[in-house]
């Protein structure tokens, strides 16, 4: 869990607090008002002293429950069922001296198993539907009778008086078994739901984030073309009236290999759009693939290999970017170990797996974890390299892993399924 989600958690939980720590107060102020009328107004004989006491202790837990909310300490699940644990003791002990099952308000056990269905793990909703069900059933036998309010009152044979109680018991188990079974399968649905389109808020603003930035690259592309032509005319006069030296002639290879990187910008975004790709060997495919990284790096010492494998080099047909997503990750590596990497190349029947190893200082991890665009470590990085080989390899249903090594350095592990189809709900 994430520190979004978990603070999340923790303000939903804070906030049912102060919900029930409201609905608290009602029942209390009106079994206080009920208690007045029943014992000044139309005196019923209930025990008013041993009830005054109860609610007496009960508004005082309710008081410390509400100065609870205002800690900077974490609510838990757990804690919360215990609040709701205690609601129904004390609603329990005021039946008893009220009545017990023949009250009127026994009906109100199924509050706190109403919000235990809504709140809390579907556990802890069925140990509160369980234990309101055998304060219910302790209350059949055990309470202080209410003549006022007890069933043979009203004129019934003792045989009546049983079944009618006994038929408001089986009423109940019946209406908190549904709430606690119905009632929390809705609330986890609407939560999983409410999950669902977070996550897929975060994905369009991501899919938003690579249109700008391809459309800012498709831009910039444009905009180097001239500049980089009035370089090749400039190399080339210089090259022709002077004696090329080794310099001029590295600087002609990186303008060539800039022009070839614009040409191919241009036939993966036609490629793209066409969806038509061939199928390589691969070897042939990452051969090619470490050639360019090699013109692009001509002073790195890179080694490359192909591990040993049960399973025959397969034919792979993968996207455009996924090119361009690993040499963002190559480039990294030899950013941050300008003199050597290693580069290991293996797969299964089911996956290709590229590790690569750098021997620089390696990387923060939170820069990793809260990875966005256009932020870098780096203090002249762009902060677009990760950011765009993350997205492009789990869109396609692969994985990026950057783990720091004891020596120093970075293993970056990338799996790329073979089967290398679009996933557009990679995230949801």
């Not at 290709?352 to 932020?375: L, W, Y």
């Not at 950057?402 to 189809?421: I, W």
């Amino acid at each position: 869990m994430n520190l979004d989600s978990q603070y999340t958690l923790e303000y939903a939980i804070r906030h049912n607090l102060y919900r029930l720590g409201l609905i608290r107060a009602v029942v209390i102020f009106g079994q206080c008002l009920a208690l007045i009328y029943f014992t000044a107004v139309k005196p019923l004989g209930l025990a008013s002293a041993e009830i005054a006491w109860v609610l007496a202790i009960y508004a005082s837990i309710s008081v410390a429950t509400a100065n609870r909310g205002r800690l900077k300490i974490p609510i838990t699940n757990k804690e919360f069922f215990i609040h709701l644990l205690v609601d129904i003791i004390f609603f329990s002990i005021l039946l008893y001296f009220s009545g017990g099952a023949s009250n009127p308000f026994i009906s109100y056990y199924l509050i706190p198993i109403s919000i235990a269905a809504i709140t809390l793990p579907r556990a802890y909703t069925a140990s509160i539907a369980l234990i309101a069900l055998i304060g219910y059933s302790l209350l059949l036998n055990y309470h202080i009778p209410v003549m006022a309010i007890a069933p043979s009152h009203m004129g019934h044979t003792m045989a009546g008086n049983n079944l009618h109680v006994l038929g408001m018991w089986a009423n109940f188990a019946i209406s908190a078994a549904i709430i606690s079974y119905f009632v929390s399968q809705i609330a986890s649905e609407l939560e999983l739901q409410q999950k669902n389109i977070a996550e897929h808020r975060e994905q369009q603003l991501e899919n938003e984030q690579l249109l700008a930035i391809g459309t800012l690259a498709a831009g910039t592309a444009h905009e180097l073309g001239t500049p980089l032509n009035t370089m090749r005319l400039l190399v080339d006069e210089m090259q022709l009236h002077q004696t090329a030296n080794k310099d001029i002639d590295l600087l002609s290879q990186q303008i060539d290999q800039c022009k070839i990187t614009l040409k191919q910008l241009q036939s993966t975004a036609n490629e793209s759009a066409t969806n038509q790709y061939s199928n390589q060997t691969l070897h042939s495919y990452f051969d090619q693939l470490i050639e360019r990284w090699q013109l692009m790096r001509p002073e790195l010492n890179a080694k490359v290999s192909y591990a040993q494998s049960d399973y025959p080099a397969p034919e792979i047909r993968f996207h455009p970017t996924i090119a361009q997503s690993i040499l963002n990750l190559l480039n990294n590596a030899a950013d941050a170990s300008p003199s050597e990497v290693e580069v290991s190349i293996s797969w299964s029947d089911a996956e290709v797996i590229i590790f690569i190893k750098d021997f620089g200082e390696g990387f923060e991890e939170t820069m990793v974890k809260n990875q966005k665009p256009f932020s870098s470590s780096k203090t002249d990085g762009l902060g677009l390299g990760l950011f765009l080989s993350q997205n492009t390899v789990t869109r396609f249903g692969g994985s990026i892993r950057l783990d720091k090594l004891p020596e120093g350095g970075t293993m970056t592990t990338l799996c790329l399924p073979l089967n290398l189809t679009q996933n557009t709900g990679a995230k949801s």
